[in-house]
């Protein structure tokens, strides 16, 4: 990673157009073909964006994007442009601000939906099992414990949800009848492979993925395309696969710690977020960094 220069909760340029701000990423009209994707060191939970950034972050989210966005070529197209930042029209603290957290990528049609795989029984999906022995209409076995293994990876789609606002699972029939049955059935399959590669990959550094969600968008000539972030400690559950036990919540690599602390607030999980601790803000960033490290290995 680069040396951290500072943390960055928002970020400010004053040469190109800011086209969208989402809950982490800042997001930059370069020209008519790319834009450019600045990823913060804020934190969102419970789809609200807390007040207190992450150091590190931000790095750690676009390393990680960048290294699974090399490594699944094979599997699906993503949105990289090849273009540098070197190459924008930036001062330079512009430039030392955005260093190691930003990418230039290609504009692209986004489907409205995340493309969720879950391949572990955790969060929402424990406990929509526990309420109906299925998660999000997908039959499962009868008696699996809590963090157990699913038999196989399901497709769980949901809608994306504005700033503020929860996303919420649907069906796949739904999911086809917003983007199409044949385009719906190129995303379950195209997610299950990045998924199945992936937890391959991170379970030989002692790295479980519980579960992650990818977006995807279509080019100028219709093809699927992996875009927004890959397989972060935001987008995924990271479980460390020495400790991992069916039947307990295993600690994780991701920013369910800050999530674990938040229920044992009194708040209503409506915005305003609460301040973080410095202690819960320094072990998050310790979290994300090992995540780095072990994936990343070589």
């Not at 929402?124 to 699996?144: E, F, H, M, N």
């Not at 000539?221 to 995924?236: K, V």
């Amino acid at each position: 990673m680069d040396t951290p220069t500072q943390t960055l909760h928002t970020s400010t340029l004053r040469r190109l157009a800011k086209i969208h701000t989402g809950k982490v990423r800042d997001i930059y009209a370069v020209d008519a073909g790319t834009m450019l994707i600045v990823t913060t060191d804020r934190l969102s939970a419970f789809d609200v964006v807390l007040p207190d950034p992450i150091p590190e972050k931000g790095r750690v989210l676009t390393e990680i994007s960048r290294f699974w966005f090399e490594r699944t070529r094979h599997i699906v197209p993503n949105h990289l442009s090849g273009h540098r930042l070197e190459d924008l029209p930036l001062d330079p603290g512009e430039r030392a601000q955005l260093s190691g957290r930003a990418m230039v990528v290609r504009r692209l049609q986004a489907l409205p939906i995340e493309a969720v795989v879950r391949g572990y029984l955790i969060g929402s999906g424990w406990k929509d099992y526990q309420r109906t022995g299925a998660v999000c209409g997908i039959a499962l076995p009868r008696g699996l414990e809590l963090a157990q293994q699913l038999p196989a990876p399901i497709f769980t789609p949901a809608t994306k949800a504005a700033v503020g606002e929860h996303d919420e699972n649907i069906s796949f029939e739904e999911t086809a009848r917003l983007i199409g049955p044949g385009r719906a059935a190129q995303v379950r399959d195209t997610a299950l492979a990045l998924y199945g590669f992936a937890a391959q990959h991170a379970r030989e550094r002692g790295i479980i993925i519980a579960d992650t969600k990818f977006e995807f968008g279509l080019d100028e000539t219709g093809r699927l395309t992996l875009i927004d972030e890959a397989l972060t400690p935001d987008s995924s559950r990271f479980w460390p696969s020495a400790t991992w036990r069916p039947g307990l919540s295993p600690p994780s690599f991701d920013k369910q710690f800050v999530r674990d602390y938040l229920e044992t607030l009194d708040w209503d999980k409506k915005s305003p977020g609460p301040r973080l601790p410095p202690d819960i803000i320094a072990r998050t960033t310790e979290k994300y960094l090992e995540a780095l490290r072990r994936l990343t290995a070589h």
